[in-house]
C-alpha cells in the first residue's frame, strides 16, 4: 500500500494562489496608524520595498513565482504528503489521516516559503539589511537563510522566553550569519522602556515586531519582513495546499476536514486557501479547521476588530480577530502561537464562515504529540502539535460515529529542537498555562 506521494522537482508551483480575489466580499483595508485614513502604497515604503507592497495589495489571482525563488525551493520542494497509517491503526479509526511535511525544509518549518521570496524582493529592490522578529525561532532562522543565500544581511529579535528555552535556533540563526537580540532588548528605545517597567518581561511577539520595526525606520537600507499575518506571505505559502491538491489527487482521496495550527495564520493559509478556492468556486463542502492553544485564544475568544499587529502600535490597524495588541501571552512552549491577532486573511475566511476554530491546553497537545511520534517517527514541533490534537479528536469522533472521514492536516514543524518542552512533558512538568 502506498502511503507517501511524492512529487518531482518540475512540479514546484509556478504561481501563487491570492484568495483576495475569491472572497466574496472583500477583506477590509488596512488604516494609517496615525491618520486612521486607508493606506496608500506610499505608507508602507517606510518598512517594506515597492515590489512587496504591490503583492501585499494585489487583487490578482495567480502571482508569477520568479525563477530565481523556484530554484531554491527546489533545495526541498515539493515537500512530501503521508499517510498515517500507523497512527490510524493506534487509534482504530476508520479514518484516512494525511499530513504534508514542511518539517522537510533546512530549517524544519514551512516559514522559508516567504522567507526565500521576501529575501529576494528586497534583494532586487536594493536592500542591504533585514529586521525581524521570531517566536521560537523557527522563522528568525528561515529569514537567516533566505538573507544569507540573496547576500543580505539580517537582524533577528528574538521573544526573550524561547531566547532563553531554545538556545539551538538561536545558534542555528548564528550559523547561517545573522545577529540574534533577545526581546525586550536594550537596542530599541521600545525595548528600553519594556524593561524599565519589567526586567524580566518575558517577551511578545508583538513587542519584537515593535522593535524590529523602530531598528528598520532607523537605519537606511533595511527593511522589515514579517513571518506570519500579511496578505503576502499567506500568499506565499500557497505552495503548500497547491502541492496537496495534486498529492492527494495521487493518492486517489479528497479531504474531508483539511486542518492547520494557527499563530499568524500562515501555515493555515498555506495548506487550506487552495482549497478554499474550491469551495468557493467549485461548491466543494470541505471543513477548514484552525487550530490554537486555549492560552491564546485569537480566533474563539477575540474580537473582530481593527488592531495593531504590533504592540508599540506602529504597524498599520488591520482588520483581525484579536485579543488586543498589548495582550501578554502565558510563555507556553508553542512559541510560534504566541500572538495577540490572526491574519486578516484568515480573520476573514473565519468570519464568513469558510473556516472553523477550535483551542486546546498545551498537556493535551503534548500527549498528541507523543502519540504521533511513537507511531509515526517524526517528533513534531509543538505548534504543529496542535493541529495533530484535532485531528486525533476528529479521527476518534469519526470511530464513534463509524464513518470514514479523510483528514488532511499540515505538520507545519518538527520538533528536535524543542525537546526541552518534551522534557518538561515526560517529567511531568508541564503546565497547561
Ligand atoms: C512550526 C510552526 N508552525 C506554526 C507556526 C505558527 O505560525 P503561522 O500561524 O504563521 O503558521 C510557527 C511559528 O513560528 C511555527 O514555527
Known amino acids: 500500500m502506498q502511503t507517501r506521494f511524492t512529487l518531482p522537482q518540475s512540479s514546484i508551483p509556478t504561481r501563487w494562489y491570492n484568495l483576495l480575489a475569491d472572497f466574496p466580499e472583500p477583506v ?60 490510524e491503526k493506534a487509534l482504530n479509526t476508520p479514518a484516512h489521516i494525511y499530513y504534508k511535511y514542511e518539517g522537510s525544509s533546512p530549517v524544519g518549518s514551512h516559514k522559508p516559503n516567504t522567507a526565500i521570496p521576501q529575501a529576494y524582493y528586497n534583494k532586487i529592490a536594493g536592500t542591504r539589511c533585514l529586521a525581524t522578529e521570531t517566536g521560537a525561532g523557527q522563522w528568525g532562522a528561515s529569514l537567516a537563510l533566505a538573507c544569507q543565500l540573496f547576500g543580505l544581511d539580517c537582524l533577528v529579535w528574538m521573544v526573550r522566553v524561547s531566547y532563553d528555552q531554545k538556545p539551538y535556533r538561536r545558534l542555528l540563526m548564528q550559523t547561517y550569519g545573522t545577529t540574534v537580540y533577545p526581546s525586550p532588548s536594550d537596542q530599541t528605545e521600545f525595548g528600553r522602556a519594556q524593561l524599565a517597567k519589567d526586567p524580566n518581561c518575558p517577551g511578545s511577539l508583538g513587542i519584537a515586531i515593535s522593535e524590529a520595526i523602530e531598528n528598520t525606520v532607523t537605519h537606511p537600507g533595511t527593511k522589515y519582513s514579517l513571518g506570519s499575518v500579511l496578505n503576502h506571505v499567506c500568499l506565499h505559502q500557497t505552495v503548500i495546499g497547491e502541492e496537496a491538491i495534486e498529492q492527494m489527487e495521487q493518492a486517489g482521496e479528497e479531504p474531508d476536514i483539511v486542518v492547520g495550527c494557527v499563530g499568524g495564520g500562515s501555515n493555515l493559509a498555506g495548506i487550506a486557501f487552495p482549497f478554499i478556492r474550491k469551495k468557493i468556486t467549485e461548491g466543494k463542502p470541505y471543513r477548514i479547521l484552525a487550530v490554537e492553544p486555549v492560552s491564546c485564544p485569537t480566533l474563539t475568544k477575540g474580537e473582530l476588530r481593527y488592531d495593531f499587529g504590533d504592540t508599540a502600535g506602529m504597524t498599520p490597524l488591520m482588520t483581525m480577530y484579536t485579543l488586543g495588541h498589548d495582550f501578554m501571552p502565558p510563555s507556553i512552549h508553542a512559541g510560534g502561537l504566541r500572538y495577540h491577532g490572526m491574519s486578516p486573511a484568515v480573520s476573514h475566511a473565519y468570519k464568513l464562515g469558510l473556516i472553523e476554530g477550535v483551542a486546546y491546553p498545551q498537556t493535551s497537545v503534548f500527549e498528541a504529540a507523543v502519540l504521533f511520534a511513537r507511531t509515526e517517527g517524526l517528533v513534531p514541533a509543538p505548534e504543529s502539535s496542535h493541529a495533530i490534537r484535532a485531528v486525533i479528536d476528529e479521527a476518534i469522533k469519526a470511530r464513534e460515529e463509524g464513518r470514514k472521514k479523510v483528514i488532511l492536516f499540515n505538520l507545519s514543524g518538527h520538533g528536535l529542537l524543542d525537546l526541552a518542552a518534551y522534557n518538561s512533558y515526560l517529567t511531568g512538568k508541564l503546565q497547561d498555562e
Do not use: C, K
Open 28 to 87: 477590509p483595508v488596512p488604516l494609517h496608524p496615525g491618520t486612521r485614513q486607508p493606506i496608500t502604497p506610499e505608507d508602507m515604503y517606510a518598512i517594506f520595498p515597492e515590489n512587496v507592497v504591490a503583492q501585499e495589495m494585489s487583487a490578482e489571482r495567480w502571482i508569477d513565482i520568479p525563477e530565481e525563488v523556484r530554484d531554491v525551493y527546489a533545495l526541498w520542494r515539493p515537500t512530501p504528503l503521508l499517510r498515517a497509517v500507523r497512527l
